[in-house]
């Protein structure tokens, strides 16, 4: 019994590891407050997540503020593009349904999914790519897909890890209070560390190093 309490013991490190996922999660929220900075906020949180998973970090808060610092301008005005990207694309399918119908409007409709798809999978990889690989609108789109289509099963995977909260909502709407606790707890934290998990594996089979 006295080493389960041992400082350097598993209880102490559990628990450490635990409210590092939680201040994760609460500078995350913090951070995404004055909305414009939700693209930059993204980008450190992932960065932080693939920290923790290669067991690279520091204190969290310094490693979060450094990554928010470093990425301020450039991931700030992708995340503006793209939040703008995506209220087109869901102000359209909400309003292909009476503007098309026949064949014509599930064509539109699928290659709006297909678009919102492309977006999603350019966030997740751009937030996790190594400077080297996104020095260029170019030449961080070429990365991004190359590596979202060639490990396609992985994509889809970190997709629908990201859509569970949705699902829960749907699932279960007299259940909102509970959700909505978990996300603005430990939530976007966990969802990151599942999706940096993946995606450090699709990295390592590229030979590509943090």
Same mark, same amino acid.
């Given at each position: 019994?006295?080493?389960?309490?041992d400082? /350097?013991?598993? @209880?102490?490190?559990? @628990?450490?590891?635990?409210?590092?996922?939680?201040?994760? &999660?609460?500078? +995350?929220?913090?951070? *995404?407050?004055?909305?414009?900075?939700?693209?930059?906020?993204? *980008?450190?949180?992932?960065?932080t997540?693939?920290?923790?998973?290669e067991?690279?970090?520091?204190?969290?808060?310094?490693?979060?503020?450094? /990554?928010?610092?470093q990425?301020?301008?450039? &991931?700030g005005?992708?995340?503006?593009?793209?939040?703008? *990207?995506v209220?087109?694309?869901v102000?359209n399918?909400?309003?292909?349904?009476?503007?098309?119908?026949?064949?014509?409007?599930?064509?539109?409709?699928?290659?709006?999914?297909? =678009?919102?798809?492309?977006?999603?999978? =350019?966030?997740?990889?751009? !937030?996790?790519?190594?400077?080297?690989?996104?020095?260029?609108?170019? /030449?961080?789109?070429? &990365?991004?897909?190359?590596?979202? @289509?060639?490990?396609?099963?992985?994509?889809l995977? *970190?997709?629908?890890?990201?859509?569970?909260?949705?699902?829960?909502?749907?699932?279960?709407?007299?259940?909102?209070?509970?959700?909505? !606790?978990?996300?603005?707890?430990?939530?976007? !934290?966990?969802?990151?560390?599942?999706? !940096? +998990?993946?995606?450090?594996?699709?990295?390592?089979?590229? /030979?590509?190093?943090?």
């Open positions: 019994m006295e080493h389960i309490f400082i /350097n013991g598993k @209880f102490f490190s559990m @628990f450490t590891r635990l409210a590092d996922i939680i201040l994760l &999660n609460i500078l +995350f929220i913090i951070s *995404c407050l004055p909305i414009v900075t939700v693209g930059t906020a993204l *980008c450190a949180l992932y960065q997540a693939m920290q923790i998973t067991h690279t970090e520091s204190y969290i808060h310094q490693d979060f503020f450094r /990554n928010l610092k990425g301020l301008y450039p &991931n005005l992708a995340g503006l593009l793209s939040t703008g *990207c209220c087109i694309c102000l399918l909400r309003t292909l349904p009476f503007l098309h119908k026949g064949s014509a409007g599930i064509v539109l409709f699928w290659l709006q999914l297909l =678009f919102l798809f492309c977006l999603y999978v =350019f966030l997740l990889y751009i !937030s996790i790519l190594p400077k080297p690989y996104r020095r260029t609108l170019k /030449n961080a789109l070429r &990365n991004v897909f190359y590596l979202a @289509f060639k490990h396609l099963p992985t994509s995977v *970190c997709l629908c890890i990201s859509l569970l909260p949705v699902g829960c909502f749907l699932l279960f709407p007299g259940e909102v209070k509970w959700i909505l !606790s978990f996300l603005l707890t430990v939530g976007f !934290s966990l969802i990151s560390l599942a999706h !940096s +998990f993946l995606l450090l594996k699709a990295l390592k089979r590229e /030979n590509i190093e943090l």
